[in-house]
């Protein structure tokens, strides 16, 4: 897996960036856990799509700042569910479901350790 950054963050652009990653690893989770759990319940999609947004103030990643956290303050999920035929309540318990169930989520959401060690 290769990343880069924009020409902006001295990168070259050529590449995925981390947080787009960030962001492709929680649609992806949501992808599996969304029809997982619909197939579970007996809701048949026809299709669906998942749209990501986040926010980043680059004060804190640039250092120039420290009360700003260098990392996304917050990440946006539009659902777009085709379930012809489901009522919109079920498709919602669904959509509170994903959020539940997500490990995606729930590691982005839940503090985690995270070891650095130097070999």
Do not use: W
């Not at 960030?22 to 026809?46: D, M, N, P, R």
């Amino acid at each position: 897996m290769s990343s880069d950054e924009p020409a902006a963050f001295l990168g070259t652009d050529t590449a995925v960036s981390p947080a787009e990653y960030l962001l492709q690893a929680l649609a992806g989770c949501y992808t599996v856990t969304l029809a997982s759990l619909a197939a579970a319940q007996g809701i048949e999609l026809k299709g669906f799509r998942v749209e990501l947004e986040g926010d980043v103030d680059l004060r804190g990643f640039l250092g120039i700042d420290s009360t700003v956290r260098p990392g996304l303050q917050q990440v946006r999920v539009r659902l777009h569910v085709d379930a012809p035929g489901t009522p919109r309540e079920q498709v919602e318990e669904l959509v509170a479901l994903v959020e539940n169930r997500s490990p995606i989520r729930d590691t982005l959401i839940s503090p985690v350790d995270v070891v650095t060690t130097l070999a």
